[in-house]
């Protein structure tokens, strides 16, 4: 079964800092992998998605992540953040079916002034 | 346009009480879901829906039942409610084939609440 690790449950940076939100994955299979954005009090929306391809993948908002097969990682990262980052962030892989997504705990960014 | 709507935002319910949970969206997608979200497990999919006429499944679908009434409503009901189910809970839906490639679009989230 796949399983989605997310590690630090908060995470905290100042303003135009580095932002870096750690995703690692079991699957079996090569995976499909998500991060998804959940600002307060709203539904989540997608950030960005490895499914083939270039295992850079670049998504709304300045966001990117690297898909490392050998580390079973897709980190997030952003080069600067901006006040407006401050949200919950998922990561999810793909079920071997193909019928289920499975999030990480997720991460809570803060960003300070 | 409004995407994924969700009633009612807010619920709270006595142990034992019976309550459905309403979900539409209006991008004539054909996959929708039923997640729901605790502290520190992120979602988790309690029942989905490939089509119109069917469902399945998810990993926690124990105290739950659906029905895809049509393409465009997706319904959960808690028969017996339980402080366990205590949660916020997410609908969301997809263009094509349940999962895949395909980008889930969510719902605002009803926040329940059982006694």
């Known amino acids: ?113 | 346009n409004a995407g994924v709507t969700q009633t009612p935002k807010f619920q709270v319910l006595k142990t034992g009480q019976s309550m459905t949970l309403q979900c539409a969206q209006d991008m004539n997608h054909n996959s929708m879901y039923w997640y729901r979200q605790d502290p520190g497990m992120g979602l988790r999919l309690i029942y989905y829906s490939a089509s119109e006429g069917t469902t399945d499944k998810g990993e926690v679908p124990n105290g739950y039942n659906v029905s895809r009434l049509n393409k465009r409503e997706f319904s959960l009901r808690l028969e017996s409610a339980a402080p366990s189910q205590t949660s916020v809970y997410f609908c969301a839906s997809s263009v094509g084939a349940v999962g895949g490639q395909e980008t889930q679009y969510f719902g605002p989230g009803t926040r329940l609440l059982v006694l």
């Open chain 1, 1 to 113: 079964a796949q399983s989605v690790t997310q590690l630090g449950s908060h995470v905290s940076v100042s303003e135009g800092a580095l932002v870096l939100l750690r995703c690692n994955y079991s699957s079996s299979v090569p995976p499909y992998l998500f991060w998804y954005v959940q600002y307060p009090n709203q539904g989540l929306q997608l950030l960005l998605k490895y499914t083939t391809g270039a295992t850079l993948v670049k998504g709304i908002n300045g966001f990117e992540a690297e898909f490392k097969k050998s580390e079973t990682s897709f980190h997030l990262t952003k080069p600067s953040a901006h006040m407006s980052d401050a949200a919950e962030y998922f990561c999810a892989v793909l079920n071997n079916a193909g019928n289920m997504l499975t999030f990480g705990g997720g991460t809570r960014l803060m960003v300070k002034p």
